[in-house]
Nanobody, 122 residues
Framework: QVQLVESGGGSVQAGESLRLSCVAS????????MGWFRQAPGKEREFVAG????????YYGDSVKGRFTISREYAKNTVYLEMNSVNPEDMAVYYC???????????????WGQGTQVAVSS
């Protein structure tokens, strides 16, 4: 089993930047994809960004494309989310997630972190 721990959340001014981190532990050899999701009060969970753990292929949700950057440090089992030019719509709890099984589809993440809160002030 893989365990995920997010960090780096907090308060940020609109237009500023913030960097989130997620460290994976456990059976990390099984990881196929790591990604970020977010959920704001009253809204559905939204895909933010993902990266193929071995391929380093990156993909983004439309709402953050061009502003956020996902990256992974393979040797440290860590994935990052660089959030640039944040706006109030980015305020949410951000969850790190991993796909560790080939049984489901490419986007069916099966391991989740506990989340880190991001607040945006204007």
């Amino acid at each position: 089993q893989v365990q995920l721990v997010e960090s780096g959340g907090g308060s940020v001014q609109a237009g500023e930047s913030l960097r989130l981190s997620c460290v994976a532990s456990g059976r990390t050899v099984s990881m196929l994809t790591m990604g970020w999701f977010r959920q704001a009060p009253g809204k559905e969970r939204e895909f933010v960004a993902g990266v193929g753990w071995k391929t380093d292929t990156k993909y983004y949700g439309d709402s953050v494309k061009g502003r956020f950057t996902i990256s992974r440090e393979y040797a440290k089992n860590t994935v990052y989310l660089e959030m640039n030019s944040v706006n109030p719509e980015d305020m949410a709890v951000y969850y790190c997630a991993a796909k560790t099984s080939e049984v489901g589809g490419p986007w069916e993440y099966d391991v989740w972190g506990q989340g880190t809160q991001v607040a945006v002030s204007s």
